[in-house]
């Protein structure tokens, strides 16, 4: 008789309807976001949640939401290294070990 493999748990929450529901540290693991920016996200109104205790929930439609209202990293932008005052060879010191702060 072949082995079957164990299925391990969901780490995301079922909701009675039906739909996936997620914590801010799982939201903020997903995005790459820090928890506090996703507290922040919340509190502005910009990201949708539910409060449920102390701890906060979102829908996967809240989170998508929320990631598609995020601004799009633009060529050209201050981000651009190409566009910086100043060349990172300019930070390195001159006898070209690391530099001690």
Do not use: N
């Amino acid at each position: 008789m072949p082995s079957q493999k164990k299925t391990q748990p969901s780490s995301m929450i079922s909701h009675p309807l039906g739909t996936e529901i997620y914590t801010t540290a799982q939201v903020a693991q997903a995005l790459h976001l820090s928890v506090r920016t996703i507290l922040r996200a919340i509190k502005s109104g910009k990201l949708t949640a539910r409060r449920a205790g102390k701890q906060f929930l979102m829908t996967r439609d809240a989170v998508a939401a929320y990631w598609e209202g995020m601004p799009l990293a633009a060529e050209g932008s201050a981000a651009d290294t190409a566009q910086l005052p100043i060349r990172w060879d300019d930070l390195a010191p001159e006898d070209g070990g690391p530099r001690r702060w």
